[in-house]
């Protein structure tokens, strides 16, 4: 079966850095996409990658190693506002989006 | 960007009374189209893929007849909830990806619809 793995919650402070990991296993792969969601609303996209390494967007990078089958969302100078949920979801091989469970972040003054 | 524009964002019905809900895709067309319902402190569950044309594809567990879905048009697709009962009250939200840009893109939601069925 289809199956992603990410930390139900995570708690961290203002200013502070906070690493997100994702595991996966699906059937093909055709690239991995981080969302954030705020309660009550939905998901916005925050990355996307199909190629392993780094990709850096302003305080937010995402890393992908294909062969680990492994992710990761990294958030820097942490702000309340990040407070949210964040959600790894991965294209299958037939191109549908495998959602893991999201994570629960919690940003503490 | 791409966007997916949802109506209502929110609707209380009484039990038993149907319940239509439309996804709009605004500045693409969108050949397919996803419905997804997510409880509360869970992540989204994929009900249904809609398609332009045809029978959209239910996910295993999912009543198609109490969830009929009508993707009419390139831009439209309608999900409506039939003879709603309180545990069908959820948050339900569509997705669609632009064709332009290949299959290789993100989805773009609409901004839900809380359904409470009492």
């Known amino acids: 079966g289809q199956n992603i793995d990410q930390p139900t919650e995570m708690t961290a402070t203002e200013g502070a850095i906070v690493q997100i990991n994702c595991t996966y296993q699906?059937?093909?792969?055709?690239?991995l996409f981080w969302y954030q969601q705020h309660a009550g609303e939905a998901p916005t996209f925050l990355s996307y990658?199909?190629l392993d390494g780094l990709e850096e967007k302003g305080r937010f990078s995402s890393f992908l190693s294909r062969s680990k089958g492994y992710s990761y969302l990294l958030l820097k100078e942490l702000q309340m506002k990040d407070s949210a949920s964040y959600l790894c979801?991965?294209?299958?091989?037939?191109?549908?989006?495998?959602w893991g469970a999201g994570t629960k972040l919690i940003i503490k003054p | 960007g791409a966007v997916v524009s949802q109506h209502p964002s929110w609707v209380i019905c009484k039990s038993g009374t149907s319940v239509k809900i439309e996804c709009r895709s605004l500045d693409f067309q969108a050949t397919t189209m996803f419905w997804y319902r997510q409880f509360p402190k869970q992540s989204l569950m994929l009900m249904a893929t809609?398609?332009?044309?045809?029978?959209?594809?239910?996910e295993q567990g999912v009543e198609k007849d109490k969830f009929l879905i009508n993707h009419a048009s390139l831009t439209l697709s309608t999900l409506t909830v039939t003879s709603a009962h309180p545990e069908d009250s959820s948050f339900y939200i569509c997705?669609?990806?632009?064709?332009?840009?290949?299959?290789?893109?993100?989805?773009?939601f609409g901004q839900g619809t809380r359904l409470t069925v009492v």
């Open positions: 699906t059937s093909g792969f055709n690239g």
């Open positions: 979801a991965v294209l299958d091989s037939n191109y549908q989006l495998i």
């Open positions: 990658n199909v």
């Open positions: 809609s398609n332009e044309g045809s029978k959209a594809t239910y």
């Open positions: 997705s669609a990806r632009d064709p332009r840009t290949g299959g290789h893109t993100e989805a773009f």
